[in-house]
């Protein structure tokens, strides 16, 4: 079955500050898209085309049954990751050897959504590129695109972003606080000045002000900060002492673009020698960062220390240099792009300075990788998951440093083998071979890293075509390691030697393959991870050769290793194999409930393919059961979850053959109205939507679908109601808000933000806020 539902979902960055309104552009927005299906908002830097978009996406959500996503380009600088990051964003895992661009529009082809992409200028070709595809690959894709320049596309309809209007400070200003300039600069100030307003008395000196500026948002913005320091007459006079010293003592109006830029310099000349330092530095990172990645890139122990860097840091988060928002490690900065720009142009004034500093990026994102690396096999894979979602724009700048740099490629190399869990974990395959396979060119040498890397490839081969090119790499892998004296990475090898055989259907040879690994117990060196799936595959192979009996006993080896390190990933595999074991001896009640207990931990790594393969052993265990309704809707949302990654499921005989007996056992036992309304609505719930149907007992045979549930009451299926405030909080955690970020948007102290989601988590019976996403978009 190849169609599926539409599904609402919203992927919106958070604001962070208020919005100064532009209800014209908003509106104008509005229409174009109602009949455009590309839409570019252009305009100067600092001038607020992110936020417009933003807000243009915010209020035509609803039209998108299949949501609204947000790709920022900022911080990528390779025209080749323009498709990837816009598949990332879209929630799309393809494991094909297709190029990229031509899977993102297959796996959207009959989808209706809206996607934002975001700073374009710099990528320009490449945007136009996948903006062009995506209009004529598909019916029901619209764009909404943020740049400088135009995409020069036929279909390009464009809306220009003008500086805010200023009034005339010369001429009637009664109706002057209806002006969003002065309303930007007043909101600003009184962030800085509690209770400052736009008087009677200092109106015309803010028009003036404004107008001197522009109208430009982020130059007001800046301005604005000064008034910790100054009033608004000294901040004008000193504005006006700049631009006079830029026009040569004319009185000629700056051109808009010199206009920002007098504004930043005025704004770099007030930070302090260490602050410009750290302005100029922190630009290499890319998107947004923490405090240790500040001080990792910023100190050197010579020019500025660790403990200056902080003072810094503090100090740009004062000037509104640096932004300050919410991550999954707690606070999280970042530069915008104009004032990144800015930064670069600084730090490429000091002759090999850029190349230090990204240096030190890189190194500090090694050191951070192989810290998550050793970690990985413990308690901590969801912090872990998370944090390095935050700095996927700091690796990709690490890694095209290192493979752009002279000499650096082994560097590049190493970081990209280090990251093996997270390209194979968390739905990341296609980026993961992208620079695999860019770092192994540029790395030819028979060293370690060349050996792991070549496993790793094999390890991310996700299709058909793909399994030989993958099975010759990892045993070229093994030939490498063996060679080198490296029998850890020799036996990383072997472990995907196996899974390739398996996914070839060669299980028995599988089998005896991974007899002899488990026999052969674990090499110093090797990572307990594979350890475990070395089990795992083993379990696999003798439940697919009817033998559950031996498959559980391994299970139960495994599932003591992961419970003894308080480990989630593999465990969640182990849990898929004992209820596969329970459905070969047909105990469908043991298999349904060892699956939902998998199925929980996958959804908190982000574990795509696990969670295809469990709603597929979910609905099978449905349908046995007889309840055909839930079984439909189980194999909608897994063929939504496939559809992402592969929807033929590699060709594998096994997991096709599971799917087919669960369609084939609800269908005839169904009317096929009713077959097919079940499977569309689970096909339109998503990933989150299907995994949080699924992990609930159906105790009664035939629940009610998804549609039927009070979602508007907040009520769970037990009968616990969440309060009116709960069932707001419940909704924004699973817009992925944090607490201090519910906090902002509900106007209440984090601490009672704490309190609301910590009673919700009692009240549903949960222990983490992936539940309460999940639970909330099945609700809806």
């Known amino acids: 079955m190849g169609g599926s539902a539409p599904r609402r979902d919203r992927h919106l960055p958070v604001e962070t500050t208020s919005f100064v309104d532009r209800r014209g552009e908003q509106t ?38 299949d949501g609204v996503r ?51 200028e710099h990528l320009l070709q490449a945007c136009a590129d996948l903006a062009a595809a995506l209009l004529r690959g598909t019916t029901g894709v619209r764009v909404l695109a943020t740049s400088r320049h135009r995409l020069g596309l036929t279909e390009e309809h464009l809306l220009e972003v003008r500086p805010l209007p200023v009034p005339d400070p010369d001429g009637d200003l009664s109706a002057a606080d209806g002006y969003p300039a002065l309303a930007l600069f007043a909101d600003r100030a009184a962030a800085v000045v509690p209770g400052f307003e736009v008087t009677a008395a200092n109106r015309a000196a803010v028009a003036r002000l404004c107008r001197r500026l522009d109208g430009l948002p982020l130059a007001i913005e800046l301005a604005a900060v000064r008034m910790r320091v100054l009033g608004v007459e000294q901040l004008l006079e000193r504005l006006d002492d700049r631009y006079r010293l830029l026009t040569g003592g004319s009185s000629a109006a700056l051109p808009r673009h010199q206009t920002l830029r007098a504004a930043v310099d005025w704004s770099h000349e007030l930070c302090t020698e260490q602050e410009q330092l750290v302005w100029a530095r922190a630009s290499v990172l890319a998107g947004s960062f923490d405090a240790e990645a500040a001080e990792a890139v910023c100190a050197d122990g010579e020019r500025v220390s660790s403990y200056e860097v902080l003072e810094a840091v503090a100090g740009l988060v004062d000037k509104s240099v640096l932004g300050r928002e919410e991550g999954p490690d707690g606070v999280r900065y970042r530069l915008l792009d104009t004032l990144r720009h800015y930064g670069l142009d600084r730090l490429r004034q000091w002759d090999g300075e850029e190349a230090a500093a990204r240096r030190r990026q890189r190194e500090w994102m090694q050191r951070r990788a192989a810290g998550f690396e050793r970690a990985w096999f413990g308690p901590g894979q969801r912090e872990i998951v998370a944090r390095l979602r935050a ?32 390209w194979h974990a968390c739905g990341a395959p296609r980026e993961g071979r992208y620079w695999l396979d860019r770092a192994l060119a540029a790395s030819p040498g028979p060293t370690r890293e060349r050996a792991r890397a070549l496993w790793i490839v094999g390890l991310l081969a996700g299709s058909a075509e793909d399994l030989t090119l993958g099975l010759g790499r990892a045993e070229e892998a093994r030939v490498l390691a063996r060679s080198l004296g490296d029998e850890a990475e020799a036996a990383h090898a072997e472990y995907v030697i196996g899974v390739l055989r398996l996914f070839n259907n060669d299980v028995r040879g599988a089998l005896e393959h991974y007899r002899a690994s488990v026999a052969r117990g674990r090499v110093p060196g090797q990572h307990l991870s594979l350890v475990g799936l070395d089990r795992v595959e083993l379990a696999c192979a003798l439940n697919f ?7 559980a006993a391994v299970c139960a080896e495994t599932r003591r290793l992961c419970e003894e390190h308080g480990e989630e990933w593999v465990l969640s595999y182990v849990l898929r194999q004992l209820a ?51 079984a439909a809707v189980l194999l909608g949302g897994a063929d939504r979850v496939w559809s992402d990654v592969d929807r ?14 669960s369609e084939v056992r609800a269908r005839a036992a169904m009317e096929p109205t009713v077959f097919e ?30 549609e039927a549930e009070s979602a508007a009451e907040g009520k769970p299926t037990d009968g616990v109601r969440l309060t009116r405030r709960e069932t707001e909080v419940a909704q924004l955690v699973a817009e992925g ?28 019976g949960f222990s983490n806020r992936s539940q309460i996403a999940s639970w909330v978009t099945a609700q809806r």
């Open 545 to 551: 050769l009817d033998e559950p009996d031996q498959a």
């Open 648 to 661: 033929f499921r590699w060709g594998s005989k096994n997991l096709g053959a599971t799917r087919r007996d």
């Open 677 to 706: 309304k079940a499977y569309e609505c689970g096909a339109a719930l998503g990933m989150e939507g299907a995994v949080g149907y699924a992990v609930e007992a159906d105790t009664g045979g035939q629940r009610p679908l998804p």
């Open 28 to 65: 104008e927005g509005r229409e174009l898209l109602t009949r455009a299906r590309l839409v570019t908002l252009t305009g100067p830097g600092g001038v607020g085309k992110t936020r417009l978009a933003m807000r243009i996406a915010a209020r035509v959500e609803r039209t998108f049954p």
């Open 737 to 764: 808000l944090a607490n201090q970020q519910i906090a902002d948007r509900l106007v209440i102290a984090r601490r009672t933000a704490e309190g609301h989601v910590e009673r919700i988590l009692s009240k549903l």
């Open 391 to 422: 700095d996927q724009d700091n690796l990709r700048a690490a890694l095209d440093f290192s493979l752009t740099a002279p000499g650096e490629a082994l560097a590049g190399l190493r970081l990209a083998g280090t990251l093996w869990f997270y």
């Open 580 to 630: 596969l074991a329970h459905a070969v001896k047909e105990d469908w009640e043991e298999a349904e409930r060892h699956a939902r207990d998998a199925l929980r931990l996958k959804l908190a790594v982000s574990d795509v393919i696990g969670i295809g393969l469990t709603l597929d052993l979910l609905a099978q265990t449905a349908a046995r059961r007889g309840a055909f309704e839930r």
């Open 70 to 120: 947000f790709v920022q380009l900022a911080g990528l600088h390779d025209p080749a990751l323009v498709p990837v990051a816009a598949a990332d964003a879209l929630g799309l895992h393809d494991h094909s050897r297709q190029p990229p661009l031509d899977a993102l529009v297959e796996q959207v082809r009959d989808r209706r959504l809206l996607l934002v992409i975001d700073n374009c």
